[in-house]
């Protein structure tokens, strides 16, 4: 067809390689053919038989651009029940000494540019006793007795963008743990589909660690990336970006895969267009040494460390995204 600029493959499977080249007709004739694409159909999408049910980030939290600033998704067509946390003192029982962790962090989450929820220490909300049978109900860790300074929020949200903002009280600094939990009963119309972790990475203690729960009867796409020089198109200047982020993906203690600069996958083209597909925002053109990993999962218990090379220091995003 002369007219036709686009075509729709209506016959292709879940979860396959498939190879296309592109040939164009006129009224002299037609051209040589491209060379092949390659395209990765995602993984039954919809099916709803595994989802994020947890994922957490731990990272140091100072001040100003240095402040821990969190996002998640939602997606789907019901509220869904969230558990929000940011926990300090309790990290002491981790392995954090008491000198390190973020002893009074607060919480504010955002809808767009308004604050819809806030929360200095967890157990001054109306629904504290709610928080603590929730996070039981739900396998989050307790807060150690004596940790009345955490924070935490148990709240319905519509599906949507969220962010929210950790702060240390009156301009502390140290690490803290940011959690967002599925608070819902099994069977939700909604779930998580991205969450991300802005954060200040140091050596040491000090890395950024996140971490993820899949649930369900079948392995999940999943979208990891630790991204450094790309920030600097969102107003960050080149010496407050982490430079050049590693990340290292774990399923217990093993090291189940790594990447350092995301072009070198084998499958950075799939990077590209499954970022693209799901609204990932696209690495900047000059930005060669962000760190991904494009891989299908099991459900299970998973974390990953994003740091600098050669132990540098400096702001990066890390992103957890539903790629199915």
Not at 25 to 38: D, E, F, L, V
Not at 169 to 195: C, K, M, Q, R, W
Not at 261 to 285: H, K
Not at 287 to 294: F, M
């Amino acid at each position: 067809n002369q007219a036709a600029t686009s075509y729709i493959d209506a016959s292709v499977a879940a979860d396959t390689t498939y190879y296309y080249r592109l040939s164009a007709t006129n009224a002299t004739g037609t051209s040589a053919p491209t060379a092949g694409m390659r395209v990765q159909t995602p993984a039954s999408v919809g099916s709803g038989a595994s989802r994020f049910v947890n994922i957490s980030t731990r990272a140091y939290c100072s001040t100003g651009n240095n402040v821990t600033i969190g996002g998640f998704v939602i997606n789907g067509t019901s509220d869904k029940r969230v558990l929000i946390r940011a926990v300090g003192p309790s990290l002491t029982a981790q392995g954090i000494g008491e000198s390190e962790a973020l002893l009074d962090p607060s919480i504010e989450v955002h809808s767009g540019a308004s604050v819809i929820a806030s929360n200095d220490d967890w157990a001054t909300n109306d629904n504290a006793a709610d928080i603590v049978s929730v996070a039981t109900q739900i396998g989050a860790a307790a807060l150690q007795p004596t940790d009345t300074k955490s924070s935490a929020l148990l709240l319905s949200l519509a599906p949507g963008v969220y962010s929210f903002v950790a702060n240390g009280h009156a301009g502390t600094s140290g690490i803290v743990l940011l959690e967002v939990y599925d608070a819902d009963t099994p069977g939700s119309a909604s779930t998580f589909v991205n969450i991300s972790t802005r954060a200040y990475s140091t050596g040491g203690n000090g890395v950024t660690i996140g971490g993820f729960v899949i649930n369900g009867s079948a392995s999940k796409q999943v979208l990891i990336r630790a991204v450094g020089p790309t920030l600097t198109t969102y107003g960050l200047g080149s010496a407050e970006v982490l430079s050049n982020p590693v990340i290292e993906l774990h399923q217990g203690a093993p090291v189940i895969a790594t990447n350092d600069n995301w072009t070198d996958n084998d499958n950075a083209s799939s990077i590209i267009s499954t970022s693209a597909r799901i609204g990932a925002a696209p690495f900047a053109s000059t930005d060669a040494t962000s760190a991904a990993l494009l891989v299908k999962l099991p459900p299970g218990v998973y974390s990953f460390i994003a740091r600098g090379k050669s132990n540098a220091s400096g702001i990066t995003l890390v992103e957890v995204y539903d790629a199915d």
